[in-house]
């Protein structure tokens, strides 16, 4: 008789991704969609495009008193929004 390696499925699924080159632009997306939730429906309200361009969450925000707010706690919005994915994905914020 065989052993089979029995592997759990989150495992699988996650080397996959590595191997695909798959597992970074899915974190990145998830991120993303997650700006609303992490930030709250006010702040969410006056946001405008989201991206991600080399480790730097690029965020358009509508009115000039909220940017100015927001960047002044870039770090802490950094590491709660990294927090939430469960993995470092960006490194840095911007507003514009």
Known sequence: MFR????NLDDVLVNFLRASG????LLQRRLINSWGEVMGPSI???????YI??????????????????SMMR???????????????IADIKFF
């Open 22 to 25: 798959l597992e970074t632009p």
């Open 75 to 89: 770090a802490h919005i950094v590491q709660r929004l990294n927090n939430h994915i469960g993995v470092m994905v």
């Open 53 to 70: 361009s080399n480790q730097t969450l690029m965020v358009e925000i509508n009115n000039s008193a909220l940017r100015a707010e927001l």
């Open 4 to 7: 089979r390696q029995v592997k």
């Open 44 to 50: 969410a309200r006056y946001t405008g495009q989201v």
